[in-house]
């Protein structure tokens, strides 16, 4: 008996809720804590060093807005690679995907307790710690879960919350008539701005998230470039703007732990850092709303496919959401967040997201072959763009350490063992 007819997902998502996903999925964590890490490896040059990366990341973001465009339905970058590269890329690409967005999210969340800590200390210890991350992250599942429609403008209010205090702070360091703090000379090597380019590159990482959803999208053709040339604007005006702010107000910032804290300490006086403390827990939360929406679409697409479990593929029939994959996403997120570090998982989530970029540009190459006449956005010089990204990736790749090689390696043994297991069964057709 052929199994069951699943009840469609409900096409709720349009153009600006991808773009406040776009910016969820990027505006986490990092921008409280990159300032002081790239006056460290380039210094005053600082500012000039995000500049690159946004053009950089601009080739990355136009190479998915191209491949985004061609599809509407759920999978984005494992989709993309599978319909371009064959079967194993795309089990490829969706385990490096989902490994690198689980792990981000999970330092995502203990950074949430982390910041949580200034206003309850105990929030930190082993208890209390836990049951937060519990109702952090059971909260945001079962929002999800109850309706995309829910997701999403819980995601939109709090990328709207997200940006208030960012604005506010950058507002307050440009208009602050106080005497220009000055920063340390440093000697900016070629490997110094090497690493400071890899560094920003991971920190602008996320944006595909935003394209896992394409079946809950109400016009993915138009929406998708939109949604991600119009987040790059706003995530690196945001980037740019907080670091020339923290130069401008914290001496010696390169020393600093905590450089917007003590940039808003400077501005606001003893509260600036509950100030900070309370943003960063508003962007942390925000990000993993959005990754809520995002990423399980992957696993149920999987399983659509028979490319992973059925069960994942299952869609409640009430609430019309990929119920099992946002259960299962928000309890891994639970156990690594409880297990490891924010630093822990921040190494594993950075090992592996060039070698999606690498692939996602292959796919491009190979899809404009073998679908010349699709319905789709081109990206001006696309094949040109997309062999520069390659050549990106690959002199980025020499800057890894062993720890992200291993883990690339770990990665892509668990993806190519999902290949050998479902490599005899016939492929599932794609969903109509």
């Known amino acids: 008996m052929p199994a069951p007819a699943q009840p469609p997902l409900v096409r709720a998502l349009g153009r600006w809720t991808m773009v406040g996903l776009v910016i969820n999925g990027v505006i986490g964590s990092g921008i409280f804590g990159l300032p002081d890490d790239l006056v460290r490896l380039v210094g005053g040059a600082a500012p000039l060093a995000y500049l690159l990366a946004t053009a950089g ?22 989709l993309f690679a599978r319909e371009g590269c064959g079967r194993f890329w795309g089990i490829q690409m969706g385990w490096f995907t989902w490994l690198v967005r689980l792990t981000a999210a999970a330092a995502n969340a203990n950074l949430f307790v982390v910041y949580l800590g200034e206003f309850w200390p105990a929030a930190t210890t082993p208890g209390p710690r836990l049951a937060l991350l519990a109702l952090l992250l059971g ?56 690493n400071a380019v890899l560094v920003l590159l991971f920190a602008f990482g996320g944006f595909e998230a935003a394209l896992m ?7 993915p053709r138009r929406d998708i470039p939109f949604a991600l040339f119009t987040g790059l604007l706003v995530i690196s005006a945001c980037l ?68 992973f479990p059925a069960a994942f593929a299952g869609v409640h029939a009430r609430f019309r959401t990929p119920w099992i994959s946002i259960l299962v996403w928000g309890a891994l997120v639970l156990a690594l967040a409880a297990y490891g570090n924010f630093i822990w998982n921040a190494v594993i989530s950075a090992g592996a997201r060039l070698i ?25 010089a696309g094949r040109g763009l997309a062999l520069a990204g390659l050549a990106l990736c690959a002199v980025l790749v020499w ?7 291993v883990v690339i390696s770990l990665i ?18 794609p969903p109509a």
């Not at 959803?213 to 016009?219: I, Q, R, S």
């Not at 292959?362 to 010349?372: D, K, S």
């Open 139 to 194: 909260g945001l599942v079962l929002t999800n879960v109850r309706g995309v429609g829910r997701g999403a403008q819980l995601s939109n209010f709090l990328t709207a919350a997200k940006l208030v205090p960012i604005a506010l702070l950058i507002a307050a360091g440009l208009l602050w008539t106080g005497t220009p703090a000055t920063q340390p000379a440093v000697a900016a090597t070629p490997a110094g701005w090497l």
């Open 399 to 405: 800057q890894m350490s062993v720890t992200h090689a």
């Open 240 to 307: 740019v703007l907080t670091q020339i702010v923290a130069m401008r107000t914290v001496p010696a910032l390169g020393e600093s732990a905590r450089p917007l804290a003590d940039a808003a300490r400077v501005l606001v006086g003893p509260l600036g850092a509950g100030f900070i403390a309370l943003g960063a827990m508003i962007s942390t939360s925000g990000y993993l709303s959005a990754q809520l929406i995002g990423v399980p679409r992957q696993t149920y697409a999987m399983a659509e496919r028979g490319d």
């Open 57 to 78: 990341i601009a080739v990355f973001m136009g190479v998915f807005a191209e491949l985004g465009s061609q599809f509407r339905e759920a999978g984005g970058p494992y």
């Open 213 to 219: 959803p394409l079946a809950e999208g109400k016009d």
């Open 356 to 380: 999606t970029y690498g692939i996602a540009c292959v796919a491009l190459l190979r899809l404009r072959r073998l679908r010349p006449q699709a319905d789709a956005f081109r990206l001006p």
């Open 412 to 429: 892509a043994t668990i993806g190519t063992l999902n290949w050998l297991l479902v490599r005899r069964d016939r492929p599932a057709p």
